[in-house]
C-alpha cells in the first residue's frame, strides 16, 4: 500500500513541550467507537482544543493563527505514552501531521506513526528544547525538514542535522507501509521460494 511520501516539506511547527503526553489525550476513548477512520481529526486533542460549551479554546497551540494548520510538532519527552491506540496517528494525519520532532517517545506510539508514514525525529534532549524555544516565537514558527538531507532548516538559517534508520527513511520517501516495503522485494522473495521448493521438493 502507499502513503503520502516524504521527501522535503515546509511547514508551521507547533510546540506542545510538555513530558508524558500520553494517547488519552491525544485521542480520547470516546472517538475510538467508530468502525473506520473518519472524523478523528476532530477527536485529536479534544480535550485542550475544545471548551466545555464545544468552541475552540484560544489557549490551545493548534487553535492559534501562528500555528493554526501545523504540518509539524516539537514534543516533549515520552510523547504517545500509554495506550497503544492506533487512531492517535491516524487523527495526527488527518489534521495534516506530518512530522513530530523531540528527544523520545514511546515504543509502540513510535511504530504506528511509521506504520502511517508519520515522520519521528529523534534528536537529544538540549536540542529538542532549544528547537521548541525557537518554534513558540511565532516568527520561528516555520521550519522545512528535507528528509534525504536528514536536516531541519530553521528560519534563521541554521541547520539542526538528525539520524534515522535507513529502512524507515527509505519506506517513507517512497510512500510504503509494511507491505509495500516487502513487495519491494517481490522478486527476491520469489527466488527464494523457487530455490526452496527445488532444495525441498517434498514440500510442493
Not at 159 to 184: H, N, P, W, Y
Amino acid at each position: 500500500m502507499s502513503m503520502q511520501p516524504f521527501s522535503q516539506v515546509t511547514g508551521k511547527a507547533a510546540p506542545m513541550l510538555a513530558a508524558n503526553i500520553d494517547t488519552d489525550v491525544i485521542m480520547p476513548k470516546q472517538f475510538l467507537k467508530g468502525i473506520d477512520r473518519n472524523g478523528l481529526d476532530r477527536g485529536l486533542f479534544f480535550d485542550l482544543r475544545f471548551l466545555p460549551s464545544g468552541e475552540l479554546n484560544p489557549e490551545f497551540v493548534l487553535n492559534q493563527p501562528a500555528w493554526k494548520g501545523a504540518s509539524f510538532m516539537v514534543v516533549g519527552p515520552n510523547f504517545g505514552c500509554g495506550s497503544s491506540r492506533e487512531h492517535a496517528v491516524w487523527g495526527l494525519k488527518q489534521m495534516g501531521v506530518r512530522a513530530l520532532i523531540g528527544s523520545s517517545f514511546a515504543g509502540i506510539f513510535y511504530d504506528n506513526c511509521q506504520r502511517n508514514g508519520v515522520l519521528l525525529i529523534t534528536l537529544d534532549e538540549a536540542t529538542a528544547q532549544r528547537l521548541g524555544q525557537v518554534v513558540s516565537q511565532p516568527q520561528g514558527a516555520e521550519i522545512s525538514i528535507d528528509l534525504e538531507a536528514q536536516q531541519i532548516r530553521l528560519q534563521d538559517g541554521s541547520v539542526i542535522e538528525f539520524q534515522i534508520d535507513t529502512l524507515r527513511k527509505t519506506a517513507l520517501m517512497l510512500g510504503l507501509d509494511a507491505i509495500g516495503s516487502t513487495l519491494q522485494r517481490s522478486e527476491e522473495i520469489k527466488a527464494f521460494e523457487r530455490a526452496h521448493l527445488q532444495a525441498n521438493p517434498w514440500l510442493s
